[in-house]
C-alpha cells in the first residue's frame, strides 16, 4: 500500500511536505495546483510552488514531489507539463476536482467532470508531452452534481492513458461534507486500466482499513487527516499509535521556526491558527490552546503559548 499526501491550496506548502514527510509514512507529494491559462508560464512559477524541483523533485526527507497542473485547454496543459518535467518534476498530476467557485467559474477544477471529452483531450494531450517513463496521473471528485459523472469520466481518463487515477469520494456540490462515498469508488474499478486511489474522510488508521475495503483500492490520498493526526500516515502503514500532544508540540515549535525565519515568515501567525483549526479534529488541548493564541499577532508570543502548553494531557479519537 501506498499513502499519499494530497495537494491543498493554501495549506500544503514546501515548508507542510518537508515536515510531514520527515515524521514519515509518505511514499508521494503533489503540490498545490500550478493555473494554466494560455501561455508557457516563467520557471519561477514552478519553483515558487514546488522548490524542490531544485533538489532533485523530492523534500529533504527524499520523498518524490509531483507538480500539479489546473487549467482547461490542452494544447497549454501538455506545453506546461513538459516545461515542470524538464525542471525536474517527477511526472504530472491533473487537478479536476477543485471545488472553488473562483477557479470553477474560469472553467477549471471540479467543473470540467461535466465535460469527459475535455478531460480526455487534456489528459491525452499532456500524455504526449511527457516522456512515456513518467507518470501523468488525474485527481477528479466522483461528479459535478451528479455522482454518476464517475463513470464517463474515469473511462474518458483512463482511455487517454492516465496513469493512475485519484478518486474524492464526493461531488462538487457536496464540497467536504461527510460522508465519503467510498463505495461508489469500487463501481468503478472495472472501467479503469489505471490503478483508482481513493480518497476522502480519512481520519485515523481504522478509516484508511474501511476505505481500502470498500473502494477495492490498494492505495490512499490523504489531507485534511494529515494536518489533523500529523503521523496518520506512519499510523496507517506501521499500525503505530497516534502522537501525543506533546510530540505534536515538538513538530508545531519546528514548524514555526521554519515559517518565522523561512520566506513566509509574515503569514505565521494566520498559516499556525490555520493548522490548529485541523488540529482540533484529533486534540483536545488544540482548543485550548487556539483559544490564547486567536488574538496573537505576534509570532514570539504564539510560539510561547505553544510551548507553555506542551505537556498538557491529550486524548485522541480512536
Same mark, same amino acid.
Given at each position: 500500500?501506498?499513502?499519499?499526501?494530497?495537494?491543498?491550496?493554501?495549506?500544503?506548502?514546501?515548508?507542510?511536505?518537508?515536515?510531514?514527510?520527515?515524521?514519515?509514512?509518505?511514499?508521494?507529494?503533489?503540490?498545490?495546483?500550478?493555473?494554466?491559462?494560455?501561455?508557457?508560464?516563467? =520557471?519561477?512559477?514552478?519553483?515558487?510552488?514546488?522548490?524542490?524541483?531544485?533538489?532533485?523533485?523530492?523534500?529533504?526527507?527524499?520523498?518524490?514531489?509531483?507538480?500539479?497542473?489546473?487549467?482547461?485547454?490542452?494544447?497549454?496543459?501538455?506545453? =506546461?507539463?513538459?516545461?515542470?518535467?524538464?525542471?525536474?518534476?517527477?511526472?504530472?498530476?491533473?487537478?479536476?476536482?477543485?471545488?472553488?467557485?473562483?477557479?470553477? $467559474? /474560469?472553467?477549471?477544477?471540479?467543473?470540467?467532470?461535466?465535460?469527459?471529452?475535455?478531460?480526455?483531450?487534456?489528459?491525452?494531450?499532456?500524455?504526449?508531452?511527457?516522456?512515456?517513463?513518467?507518470?501523468?496521473?488525474? $485527481?477528479?471528485?466522483?461528479?459535478?452534481?451528479?455522482?454518476?459523472?464517475?463513470?464517463?469520466?474515469?473511462?474518458?481518463?483512463?482511455?487517454?492513458?492516465?496513469?493512475?487515477?485519484?478518486?474524492?469520494?464526493?461531488?462538487?456540490?457536496?464540497?467536504?461534507?461527510?460522508?465519503?462515498?467510498? @463505495?461508489?469508488?469500487?463501481?468503478?474499478?472495472?472501467?479503469?486500466?489505471?490503478?483508482?486511489?481513493?480518497?476522502?474522510?480519512?481520519?485515523?488508521?481504522?478509516?484508511?482499513?474501511?476505505?481500502?475495503?470498500?473502494?477495492?483500492?490498494?492505495?490512499?490520498?490523504?489531507?485534511?487527516?494529515?494536518?489533523?493526526?500529523? =503521523?496518520?500516515?506512519?499510523?496507517?502503514?506501521? @499500525?503505530?499509535?497516534?502522537?501525543?500532544?506533546?510530540?505534536?508540540?515538538?513538530?508545531?515549535?519546528? &514548524?514555526?521556526? &521554519?515559517?518565522?525565519?523561512? @520566506?513566509?515568515?509574515?503569514?505565521?501567525?494566520?498559516?499556525?491558527?490555520?493548522?490548529?483549526? &485541523?488540529? $482540533?479534529?484529533?486534540?483536545?488541548?488544540?482548543?485550548?490552546?487556539?483559544?490564547?493564541?486567536?488574538?496573537?499577532? @505576534?509570532?514570539? /508570543?504564539?510560539?510561547?503559548?505553544?510551548?507553555?502548553?506542551?505537556?498538557?494531557?491529550?486524548?485522541?479519537?480512536?
Amino acid at each position: 500500500m501506498r499513502v499519499m499526501l494530497a495537494p491543498m491550496e493554501g495549506v500544503v506548502d514546501h515548508l507542510m511536505r518537508d515536515m510531514l514527510t520527515r515524521i514519515g509514512g509518505f511514499d508521494l507529494c503533489i503540490t498545490e495546483f500550478v493555473r494554466v491559462v494560455e501561455q508557457k508560464l516563467p =520557471n519561477h512559477v514552478f519553483h515558487r510552488l514546488c522548490p524542490e524541483l531544485k533538489t532533485g523533485g523530492t523534500t529533504p526527507a527524499g520523498v518524490p514531489v509531483r507538480v500539479q497542473l489546473l487549467g482547461q485547454h490542452p494544447v497549454w496543459l501538455a506545453e =506546461n507539463a513538459a516545461r515542470a518535467v524538464d525542471l525536474g518534476s517527477p511526472g504530472i498530476d491533473l487537478n479536476f476536482g477543485c471545488p472553488a467557485k473562483t477557479v470553477n $467559474k /474560469s472553467k477549471g477544477g471540479a467543473v470540467l467532470l461535466n465535460e469527459p471529452e475535455t478531460l480526455f483531450a487534456i489528459v491525452s494531450a499532456v500524455r504526449k508531452a511527457v516522456p512515456d517513463t513518467l507518470p501523468v496521473t488525474a $485527481k477528479i471528485r466522483l461528479g459535478f452534481d451528479d455522482r454518476t459523472q464517475v463513470f464517463d469520466n474515469v473511462k474518458a481518463l483512463s482511455d487517454a492513458g492516465a496513469t493512475a487515477i485519484t478518486i474524492h469520494a464526493r461531488t462538487k456540490t457536496d464540497g467536504y461534507k461527510p460522508p465519503a462515498y467510498w @463505495d461508489w469508488i469500487k463501481k468503478v474499478q472495472h472501467l479503469s486500466k489505471a490503478p483508482i486511489i481513493a480518497n476522502g474522510e480519512i481520519w485515523s488508521a481504522a478509516d484508511a482499513k474501511r476505505c481500502l475495503a470498500v473502494s477495492g483500492c490498494k492505495d490512499l490520498m490523504i489531507g485534511r487527516g494529515a494536518l489533523s493526526l500529523p =503521523n496518520l500516515a506512519q499510523c496507517i502503514k506501521s @499500525d503505530v499509535p497516534p502522537m501525543t500532544w506533546a510530540e505534536v508540540t515538538d513538530w508545531l515549535v519546528e &514548524y514555526s521556526g &521554519y515559517e518565522i525565519f523561512g @520566506d513566509k515568515g509574515r503569514y505565521y501567525p494566520n498559516r499556525i491558527k490555520q493548522w490548529f483549526g &485541523y488540529l $482540533k479534529n484529533q486534540y483536545t488541548e488544540a482548543e485550548f490552546v487556539f483559544d490564547q493564541i486567536r488574538r496573537l499577532r @505576534d509570532s514570539d /508570543s504564539i510560539v510561547e503559548v505553544i510551548r507553555s502548553n506542551q505537556y498538557r494531557f491529550a486524548v485522541t479519537k480512536e
